[in-house]
């Protein structure tokens, strides 16, 4: 059965430091990954999404994921982040029948 | 496209009386799938229609919940009756039907059951 653990519950970080999410799955067949955002009562927002080819992706709002298959890895990276990244952030890995299996999220807490 | 339209966005109800939950999906996509998100659990996903069709319901937490989906552009999720435990914001969303598809998420309705 595939599954995703997000390492880190919280991460707090100061403004325009960098960030790290981490997130690992288990899969047994085709790996499509997924990082989603959430903002305060708000909707998931898709980030980006690795389906194949270049093992590093690039998404919106600067941040990047590098999918690593022997660590079974996708963790998520942005080099300088802003108090508008504070959000909670969803890793996920597609399942049978176009499934999404989510992490537990972690919470981003950027500050002054 | 407006994106997936959910309603109402905010519920408030007495334990024991029905609710009902609407979602449109883009206009287009043919999967449709109902998730709730509590602090406890994360995000759990309910069930999953391929062309207004239940595909996996198995994430229903009982007969209490049902959903449908008449046509391509209308859902629906329906507790009846509702329980204090109920409370949580559930949220629709919709995509096309491959694998390698992008979900899109509506805004969510937050339900509190008193």
């Known amino acids: 059965a595939q599954s995703v653990t997000q390492l880190d519950s919280q991460v707090p970080v100061f403004e325009e430091a960098p960030v790290e999410l981490r997130c690992n799955y288990s899969?047994?067949?085709?790996?499509?990954l997924f990082w989603y955002v959430q903002y305060p009562n708000q909707g998931l927002q898709l980030l980006l999404k690795?389906?194949?080819?270049?093992?590093l992706v690039k998404g919106i709002n600067g941040f990047e994921a590098e999918f690593n298959k022997s660590q079974t890895s996708f963790h998520l990276r942005k080099p300088s982040v802003h108090i508008s990244d504070t959000a909670e952030y969803f890793c996920?890995?597609?399942?049978?029948?176009?499934?999404?299996?989510f992490g537990a999220g972690t919470r981003l807490a950027v500050h002054p | 496209d407006a994106g997936v339209i959910q309603s109402p966005r905010h519920e408030v109800t007495e334990m024991g009386q029905e609710v009902t939950l609407r979602c449109k999906p883009i206009?287009?996509?043919?999967?449709l799938f109902w998730y709730r998100q509590t602090m406890m659990r994360g995000l759990e996903l309910l069930i999953y229609?391929?062309?207004?069709?239940?595909?996996?319901d198995s994430g229903m937490p009982e007969d209490r919940f049902s959903a449908k989906m008449p046509n391509a552009s209308f859902s629906t999720l329906k507790i009846q009756p509702s329980e204090p435990r109920d409370s949580a914001v559930y949220f629709c969303?919709?995509?096309?039907?491959?694998?390698?598809?992008?979900?899109?998420f509506g805004p969510g309705t937050r339900l509190l059951v008193l």
């Open positions: 969303a919709s995509s096309r039907d491959s694998i390698q598809e992008t979900q899109y």
């Open positions: 899969s047994s067949v085709s790996v499509y």
């Open positions: 690795y389906l194949s080819g270049s093992t």
């Open positions: 996920a890995v597609k399942g049978g029948y176009n499934k999404l299996i």
């Open positions: 206009s287009g996509h043919n999967s």
């Open positions: 229609f391929n062309n207004n069709v239940p595909i996996d």
